[in-house]
């Protein structure tokens, strides 16, 4: 994992992370965005453009993004997310997501 996306992109989605990660590595649930762990290639691009300050690097991680770094993990375990987010459309929000 390079980067997480947190609690405070849950239904405010900017989308401006995804315009700048130039590996298509960020995917689009319902109510937030999520970093694929294995597709991100540790660039940063995505931290400065989010208005929010959703994104953090896993190495300087707070402990209120850790249920978010696991669930982006337990989601992208799935090889059908994959391959760049633009091309997949909407993946699934974990259940910690769909009930806030």
Request: net charge negative.
């Amino acid at each position: 994992m390079t980067f997480v996306i947190g609690a405070p992109c849950i239904d405010v989605m900017d989308r401006s992370c995804v315009e700048e990660c130039p590996v298509d590595a960020i995917y689009e649930g319902a109510r937030m965005m999520y970093i694929h762990p294995r597709e991100c290639i540790d660039c940063g691009a995505c931290d400065p453009v989010c208005p929010t300050e959703a994104i953090v690097p896993d190495r300087r991680m707070p402990d209120a993004f850790i249920e978010f770094r696991d669930a982006a993990q337990a989601l992208f375990d799935n090889e059908e997310y994959s391959g760049g987010g633009s091309a997949l459309g909407l993946v699934p929000d974990p259940p910690m997501v769909s009930a806030r």
